[in-house]
């Protein structure tokens, strides 16, 4: 019989139905392009091609010269951008709207066209996390900004659309309702004990073991007890940040050796898997509350997201997190 | 620029950015498999295989004889199943769960292998229509569920692992968040208004007339003001139901040559398109208001569900609603 758990932290609800399980290794079967070439002429991500991009935000390292490790640029095709106010229009009672306004920014993880970040240095890691601290701690000084979602897209059944490694920010004028329930739970939390959710779900999983992956100074790493999909994996750090703008440099190095074994292990473990993965903080503004931690989830795409998912919202995951943990925790050593 | 908009019925943001748009006869290029035979000697739900399915559930027409239209049959991989208790289980104040209790039921739509929904006769809809309401109305007895939710999953990017025609049904002692959600925000409508949101919603639509499809005397068709996706497209009855187990069998015949219209319109003008639809229904038990209406939303499968979504929540959508309904009006005439 399958089972039925809570999420904690959204208070929805997962069905884990191992019936139809496959065995954690028969999720390797499908994998993101190996064979890419180092540089490739027509990829406007690719060193020489700096032109074909807007205009440059960052660079790292900063000086002028070409050997550029990572870029900040806006997306060319974005979601949203600059200029404008974010006022609401109304038609009639019921149709609101606003101008698109906000940013929509790439991170070039590297000049290597065919780099993937499981399998980089840690120092590598570290520059592009870098850069997205950056570029998050200069978006939320713009007052319109309400939200800002950080995410990545490897392989096409995760949505990416150009093979060269970068990584998004999107910065909204909104925040997401999915954003808010998760603040407005953790509040909860805090309201009826005195502690931060996410803390208490940390020690929580730490006291359980079954469903930690490892463990660092700073962070814990671990699939979540109603993990939505399969090997759904959590980085989440134990000092108190309700925003990742908040990280110091030295826990954002402890994270990106934290984030490339994580992801080293993913791509070890099923044959370099199609993944999202998302940086979760607090609304802009709601910072300075010991109520909320941020943290990174990784999401592979293993399975497909059907009408049951998109018209319920509940996830149908066909293994259990403690079987993942298990088998995943061998290679991330 | 592009523009935000806010959906009416959840309180959520969409972006629809046209930035990155295709013309809407560009969205044609991915199809479902249209060389299906009429009969496969190993699918389960061709005739004469009868016995591979779990024990039929009902049968139309209702008969002994073979020539069976349509049958429902326990879903063989079953993501909640039979009988036992919904009793939660708690370990620690964070982890909770309960038993798999529940049904997950197909109704197999047809006999032929090959016949999808849109090519059907209104006749043949009619009857798969009755055989999801008549599941319906027995499930909803049931004291033990919460919430029912009937959904189909059409080509592989909807999720589907049967080509054979078939619809789902999942019955959970759980209402899921979001049902939770579209009612609540459906209560706080007519708290306001003492008007029920949906039927507002209706009329708005009917009086903008930019985004309607069509109309009979039962049901309007329209691309919702913040469509997620590109042709998502939804019915919803005018007259007040909150639950689909209300429908009468005169609606209910409308319906299904509303929905074989619909289905049609979308497969001729994007070319046998994946998608799923979704049945909403009010969590049982709250079926007896004025406040909400049962509605049909389906959601073709042609871009794919990226980390932004589901990091987020927000759908980055590259049509509006009011050029997709434009261009599809024509094949729903």
Redesign the interface.
């Known amino acids: ?6 999420d ?1 932290t ?4 997962v ?3 191992t ?2 399980a496959k065995r954690p290794d028969q999720f390797k079967r499908e994998q993101s392009p190996t064979d890419l070439p180092p540089h490739q002429a027509s990829c406007p991500f690719c060193p020489g091609n700096e032109t074909l991009t807007p205009p440059e935000i960052l660079r790292l390292p900063p000086d002028e010269h070409e050997n550029w490790n990572v870029r900040g640029i806006p997306n060319k ?5 600059g200029s ?1 106010e974010a006022a609401r229009r109304e ?11 906000g940013a929509h920014e790439v991170i070039v993880e590297t000049p290597l066209h065919n780099q993937r970040m499981a399998l980089m240095a840690d120092s590598q890691v570290e520059r592009i996390l870098t850069a997205c601290h950056m570029r998050y701690c200069a978006l939320e000084k713009d007052s319109r900004i309400k ?1 800002i ?1 950080i ?3 490897h392989g ?5 659309s150009l093979e060269h490694p970068h990584i ?1 920010l ?1 910065a ?3 925040a ?4 808010r ?1 998760k603040h407005d739970v953790a509040i909860t939390h805090y309201d009826d ?1 005195g502690r931060c959710l996410y803390c ?2 940390v020690a ?1 999983e730490l ?2 073991r079954i469903r930690i992956l490892f463990e660092t100074d700073g962070f814990v790493v671990f699939h979540p ?1 109603a993990s939505r999909l399969p090997f759904e994996t959590w980085i989440t750090p134990r000092r108190m940040q309700p925003s990742f703008s908040q990280i110091s440099p030295e826990d954002l190095r402890e994270l990106a050796s934290v984030l490339r074994k994580t992801l080293h292990g993913l791509d070890v473990a099923l044959n370099n898997p199609h993944f ?3 940086i ?1 903080s607090a609304p802009l503004g709601d910072h300075q509350h010991e109520y909320y931690l941020w943290h990174i ?1 990784i ?1 592979p795409r293993l399975t ?11 996830f ?1 995951n066909t293994m259990l997190p403690e079987e993942s943990a298990a088998f995943l925790r061998k290679y991330c050593s």
Chains 1, 2 share one sequence.
Do not use: C
């Not at 038609?91 to 306004?101: I, K, P, Q, S």
């Not at 096409?156 to 990416?160: L, N, P, Q, S, V």
């Not at 497909?304 to 509940?314: K, R, V």
């Open positions: 019989m399958s089972v039925i758990r809570q904690p959204t208070k929805e609800w069905i884990i139905a019936e139809r095709y974005a979601a949203l951008t404008g038609t009639g009672a019921l149709f609101r709207e606003m101008d698109g306004v939200s979602i995410f990545k897209n096409e059944r995760a949505g990416t998004q999107v909204a004028p909104v997401p309702m999915l954003m329930r004990t208490d779900l929580a006291d359980a007890y999202n993965f998302v979760h989830q999401l497909t997201i059907a009408g049951f998912e998109l018209g319920s919202g509940i149908i």
